[in-house]
């Protein structure tokens, strides 16, 4: 159609449709039966059992406090060594987290000093091949331009550094820490609605604190205990609690709330997920580990325990939703 053609149409001719009147009883009532069918799918299947239309979500404000309890022993036969959780919680307290060390490297009395560097990072022949100054990001401290025996076949750059620096040792296996599998640990959730100004804790009203100290959290049998087993935690999401703890690993615990406001009934439910190490870790860089160290002082000098710690780090991740009939529900729909 030309320009011109196209433009008188525009502005000369009116249409509209043809409405189609057929008088037949069985095609009036198939019409009105799938227009009630489509009515009907629409509210009950998709508003409210799909979308959940009754249930009014809302973010949910809550505080975490986590404490960890249990005792192990290390190097039994020589020299037997106590850890509580003062010494494998690290840090003491995190938001909505903690670790527990499960396995790790221990460099005993560290000065500060000249000592030879790992040959993991400066193998050298003479000093020419050591630069004074200088200090890789993965180094253990600053060259001072010498070249000095790291023992009797190897020489590296000598470093000004904590001596003697950490030995590059095979991560032990099984992890030292092996007993943390029986700690347990008590999570305490308090939840806020504000919306409905409703407010709700974890631990029941009617739980003692010797129901506390000895319940242990099960998913049928003691679902509503806050005290969990951290190895029953690690084996709910499909790992060997043994194994994550030589390297470590990071696991998800997810407390839910589902609220009925009609019902009176507003309880967590608890599920366990791994986020990190165990059987799916990546080839490269698996687990999870970090340094710390504790130092040591005297009037003569300071030293430090430098410890690289492997273990699972738990995050505490809580969501909920209150279920009520919105006011303005059927004028939603
Ligand atoms: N990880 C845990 N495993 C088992 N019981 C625990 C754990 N953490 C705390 N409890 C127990 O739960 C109760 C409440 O703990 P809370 O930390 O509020 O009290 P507390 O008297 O300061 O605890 P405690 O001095 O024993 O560490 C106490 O009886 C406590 O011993």
Same mark, same amino acid.
């Given at each position: 159609?030309?320009?011109?053609?196209?433009?008188?149409?525009?502005?000369?001719?009116?249409?509209?449709?043809?409405?189609?009147?057929?008088?037949?009883?069985?095609?009036?009532?198939?019409?009105?039966?799938?227009?009630?069918?489509?009515?009907?799918?629409?509210?009950?299947?998709?508003?409210?059992?799909?979308?959940?239309?009754?249930?009014?979500?809302?973010?949910?404000?809550?505080?975490?406090?986590?404490?960890?309890?249990?005792?192990?022993?290390?190097?039994?036969?020589?020299?037997?060594?106590?850890?509580?959780?003062?010494?494998?919680?690290?840090?003491?307290?995190?938001?909505?987290?903690?670790?527990?060390?499960?396995?790790?490297?221990?460099?005993?009395?560290? !000065?500060?000093?000249?000592?030879?560097?790992?040959?993991?990072?400066?193998?050298?022949?003479?000093?020419?091949?050591?630069?004074?100054?200088?200090?890789?990001?993965?180094?253990?401290?600053?060259?001072?331009?010498?070249?000095?025996?790291?023992?009797?076949?190897? !020489?590296?750059?000598?470093?000004?550094?904590?001596?003697?620096?950490?030995?590059?040792?095979?991560?032990?296996?099984?992890?030292?820490?092996?007993?943390?599998?029986?700690?347990?640990?008590?999570?305490?959730?308090?939840?806020?609605?504000?919306?409905?100004?409703? !407010?709700?804790?974890?631990?029941?009203?009617?739980?003692?604190?010797?129901?506390?100290?000895?319940?242990?959290?099960?998913?049928?049998?003691?679902?509503?205990?806050?005290?969990?087993?951290?190895?029953?935690?690690?084996? $709910?999401?499909?790992?060997?609690? $043994?194994?994550?703890?030589?390297?470590?690993?990071?696991?998800?615990?997810?407390?839910?709330?589902?609220?009925?406001?009609?019902?009176?009934?507003?309880?967590?439910?608890?599920?366990?997920?791994?986020?990190?190490?165990?059987?799916?870790?990546?080839?490269?860089?698996?687990?999870?580990?970090?340094?710390?160290?504790?130092?040591?002082?005297?009037?003569?000098?300071?030293?430090?325990?430098?410890?690289?710690?492997?273990?699972?780090?738990?995050?505490?991740?809580?969501?909920?939703?209150?279920?009520?009939?919105?006011?303005?529900?059927?004028?939603?729909?």
């Amino acid at each position: 159609m030309s320009i011109k053609s196209q433009f008188s149409s525009f502005w000369c001719d009116y249409s509209t449709e043809r409405t189609v009147r057929v008088q037949r009883v069985w095609i009036a009532w198939i019409y009105r039966v799938l227009q009630l069918l489509l009515l009907f799918g629409y509210v009950f299947v998709y508003v409210i059992y799909v979308k959940k239309g009754y249930r009014e979500n809302e973010e949910v404000v809550s505080s975490v406090s986590i404490k960890v309890k249990g005792v192990a022993v290390t190097n039994k036969e020589q020299h037997p060594w106590t850890w509580d959780p003062a010494d494998y919680v690290v840090p003491p307290q995190e938001m909505n987290s903690f670790f527990v060390m499960t396995n790790f490297i221990m460099t005993r009395n560290q !000065k500060q000093g000249t000592c030879p560097e790992s040959p993991n990072f400066a193998t050298c022949k003479t000093g020419d091949n050591c630069t004074k100054g200088y200090s890789s990001p993965r180094a253990h401290g600053v060259q001072t331009g010498r070249c000095v025996d790291f023992n009797k076949t190897l !020489k590296t750059c000598e470093v000004h550094a904590w001596c003697d620096v950490e030995k590059n040792e095979a991560i032990p296996n099984p992890a030292l820490l092996s007993a943390a599998e029986g700690f347990t640990v008590l999570i305490k959730n308090q939840v806020t609605f504000p919306m409905f100004n409703l !407010k709700r804790h974890n631990i029941p009203a009617n739980v003692t604190t010797v129901n506390l100290s000895t319940c242990i959290f099960h998913p049928k049998s003691s679902p509503h205990c806050p005290v969990f087993r951290l190895g029953d935690i690690v084996n $709910q999401t499909g790992e060997n609690f $043994q194994k994550m703890a030589v390297l470590g690993g990071v696991i998800g615990i997810q407390v839910t709330w589902d609220c009925n406001l009609h019902h009176h009934t507003c309880l967590p439910t608890y599920s366990f997920i791994q986020l990190e190490g165990g059987s799916q870790s990546q080839e490269v860089a698996p687990g999870y580990n970090f340094r710390f160290s504790h130092w040591f002082m005297n009037k003569e000098n300071i030293t430090r325990m430098l410890i690289k710690a492997f273990g699972i780090r738990f995050d505490v991740m809580v969501s909920g939703y209150v279920s009520c009939f919105q006011n303005h529900f059927f004028f939603s729909i």
